[in-house]
């Protein structure tokens, strides 16, 4: 999320535009044609350094819990506008703080590209320059809303170096208005100044995090929903719902789709006449690029689709089949193998040793066995699971430990026919599929552990998973996800400490142990199962209003059954849901939820 504290205020400034990043949206780059000056390191004379910048009210936001922004943007600010009022909506709340006081002082944050040529070499985020602020602004609602400016008094600037003649031949330029979302109130004892400056905090967020170029196309109940959603989105990203690299990911697509965006409207306005087909189809080019970014971030900003959406396919590799000798072999992955531990082996075993769990599944046909010796592995191939192969290891499953690399989207997927893990422990950091994903194919996992970060075990359309006395453990969404037409056979399982949302109150319970989307049915057999109460629902079935013969709302039962019981019993056949000795531990036992 696009931080708007002083301290953080460099971070926003992009050094390849002509004003920083915080600027309100669509307007042209307030450096766009301007002839730029020579580093510093490039004028002879001596100047007399400028005073160190003083201190700025901190950004307030961060504090405020979701719920809150939900209803300071919502229900205050924009109050169901539609989303091409959300300008006039936003300039209104803005002049009405600013009414309340004239001049104030502030530092003005901009881009470097103002001030240097090659402003790639100035080592700062951005120019800071203490300036007394004017506040007359006239009652347009247009987005570029702009302050007067003058340098104050004494001289002031992050660069202590900079000349005052270069900064003032700045402001001349720019007829000393320079757009308010650059300019950051001093701290003070003026509770005016300190309205203004979290008026001026709540105005940025909403521009860095929450305005979009595309949303005059949404009606007024959409766009307050898409705004709460985006608040509700960088909660999960600020606290670590959303694991930090998908996070990390989200926050670059949105910053390149502002520059991209801003590119596209000044490569425009640099074409003076009829363009030149050249010109046509580089112009079409980033079109296309940005409706490109445009979907991504639309996908990411639907609670619905992130939840519940399909997974794009990771494998790309080709599956190599049995080796052409038809000999499987065992893969040994120990730092030191011994007769020992060898000995248990038939002695036409062939068998090869490895030190390192990612050569031995880089080594790996169809037919051939994966066993692992006590330790801690990570291995980058467990994305890419395309052979029939068994991985076990070779002791209790907490003694043999496979951690995720934090840098990967995935952890274990694939799309082989028929893979098996046994005796294992997986323990997911970081990544941003489910700790598991079966793709195709058939995959069986039989005492093992897995200890999830993210979402759970995703089964897609058309594969079927088999897990038999395992644990399931932690996972940010349901335990066990199945896609539409998916086949899963559940036995002896224990599923605790999932649906763990963090923030959303309305998330808790709503995905449960076990979520299933029914369309086309899945296929779903349980037997011996514990769902222990920390996960909300035990099983969730995710329908379409006009699906199934049930009624509408949330539909509940307990492990004891209640009155509902013939009408569960039919859907439950409809689902080829077969659910026999397991354990609901005080938990609301099927829910049913209406999408």
């Known amino acids: 999320m696009a931080s708007s504290s002083p301290e953080e205020g460099a971070a926003e400034v992009d050094p390849a535009l002509g004003e920083s990043s915080s600027s309100w949206p669509a307007g042209p780059s307030s ?48 109050r169901g506008c539609k989303a091409e009022d959300a300008n006039e909506a936003m300039s209104k709340y803005l002049l009405e703080k600013l009414k309340m006081k004239e001049k104030w002082l502030g530092v003005w944050k901009t881009n470097p590209e103002l001030f240097f040529i090659n402003s790639e070499d100035v080592l700062v985020p951005f120019v800071g320059i203490l300036v007394e602020v004017t506040c007359k602004p006239s009652q347009s609602t247009s987005s570029h809303l702009k302050a007067s400016v003058s340098v104050a008094e004494p001289f002031s600037s992050n660069i202590a170096n900079i000349p005052r003649e270069l900064v003032e031949n700045v402001l001349d330029e720019l007829d000393h208005c320079v757009p308010l979302l650059e300019i950051y109130p001093v701290e003070g004892p003026d509770m005016v100044v300190f309205d203004i400056a979290q008026a001026l905090d709540v105005v940025r967020f909403f521009y860095d995090f929450l305005w979009r170029d595309w949303d005059e196309d949404e009606s007024c109940e959409t766009y307050a ?64 690029e940005l409706v490109m970014l445009c979907g991504l971030l639309k996908i990411w900003e639907d609670l619905r689709l992130r939840a519940y959406g399909p997974l794009t396919p990771r494998i790309l590799r080709r599956r190599r089949g049995n080796r052409d000798d038809g000999k499987a072999v065992t893969h040994i992955v120990a730092k030191t193998m011994t007769a020992e531990m060898v000995k248990d082996f038939s002695v036409d075993t062939v068998l090869q040793q490895h030190d390192n769990l990612n050569m031995a599944l880089d080594s790996c046909y169809s037919g051939d066995s994966v066993v692992i010796f006590p330790g801690e592995y990570k291995a980058a191939n467990l994305s890419m699971l395309t052979e029939d192969i068994v991985i076990q290891g070779a002791g209790k499953p907490e003694e043999i430990v496979i951690v995720s690399e934090p840098t ?105 142990g076990i979520n299933i989307k029914v369309v086309p049915v899945p296929k779903l057999k349980m037997k011996n199962n514990h769902i222990y109460s920390n996960n909300g629902y035990g099983v969730t079935i995710l329908q379409p209003m006009d699906q199934l013969s049930t009624t509408g709302g949330i539909l509940e039962f307990t492990a004891s059954g209640d009155a509902e019981e013939d009408m569960l019993s039919k859907l439950m056949h409809e689902l080829s849901l077969e659910m026999s000795s397991n354990t609901l531990d005080d938990i609301k036992g099927l829910s049913i939820v209406n999408s």
């Not at 926050?251 to 010109?279: D, F, G, V, W």
């Not at 897990?467 to 453990?473: G, K």
């Open 31 to 78: 450096g766009a044609g301007r002839s730029r000056r020579p580093l510093l390191a490039s004028q002879g004379e001596e100047k007399a350094e400028a005073d160190p910048l003083p201190a700025q009210y901190p950004s307030h936001l961060g504090a405020v819990p979701g719920r809150d922004k939900v209803a300071l943007y919502c229900d205050r600010l924009l």
């Open 408 to 512: 990967h989207e995935s952890f274990v997927v694939s799309k082989a026919q028929n893979v098996k893990l046994m005796h294992l422990t997986l323990v997911q950091r970081g990544t941003v599929d489910g700790i598991v994903v079966v793709e195709s194919g058939h995959m069986t996992f039989v005492n093992c552990i897995l200890k999830c970060e993210g979402t759970g075990v995703c089964v897609l359309t058309g594969a079927s998973l088999t897990i038999t006395n395992s644990e399931i453990t932690g996972a940010q969404g349901a335990g066990v996800e199945l896609h539409p037409g998916s086949t899963a056979i559940l036995e002896g399982n224990k599923i605790h400490h999932c649906n763990n949302f963090k923030t959303s109150e309305s998330s808790q319970g709503a995905l449960g």
């Open 225 to 288: 929903a898409l705004i709460e959603e985006r608040i509700k989105l960088g909660c999960d990203i600020e606290n670590g719902t959303i694991p930090a690299p998908i996070g990390q990911r989200f926050r670059k697509n949105l910053e390149k789709y502002k520059n991209m965006h801003l590119e596209l409207i000044q490569y425009q306005s640099n074409i003076k006449e009829e363009p030149t087909a050249e010109e046509a189809v580089e112009c079409w080019k980033k079109y296309y």
